[in-house]
């Protein structure tokens, strides 16, 4: 289970790269981008097909990210996010959050043992200023003891 410090750890490591940021509105990968950008993270496009983002110069893949990158935020098809965890840890990233839904087993065993810390399991929009549903999921898993502690 992933613990207060780590996801508090990994949330002060800025600039953050978004990888599987969509370029549609009716997405998830797009709306969790714009809600982190509004609310102030200083967040980094990754999709392969775009060269912009809302603005943002958007990279094609974890290897092509500035080195001031420290951490990923994982919103890619399961089938392709080890792959992603691969290229993170051979650029030397120290920061792995891969989104609920986006998680593989394989991804897993790939960070298990390393020195990276890594966050499963958990929706970056409920621990970063939440507000509305994800402020109510939130108290919500507090109330039924299931918030990282």
Known sequence: MNSLKQINQFLENQPIALVGVSRNPKKFGYTAFKELKEKGMKVIPVNPEADEIMGEKSYHNVTELPQEVKGIIVMTKKDITASVVR?????????????????????????????????????????????????????????????PK
């Open 87 to 147: 290229e993170a840890m051979s650029k030397g990233i120290k920061g792995i959050w891969i989104q609920q839904m986006a998680d593989s087993k394989e991804a897993i065993n790939e960070l298990k043992g390393s020195d990276i810390n890594f966050i499963t399991g958990e929706c970056i929009l409920m621990h970063y200023k939440p507000h509305s549903i994800h402020k109510f999921h939130k108290n919500l898993k507090k109330l039924f003891r299931m918030y």
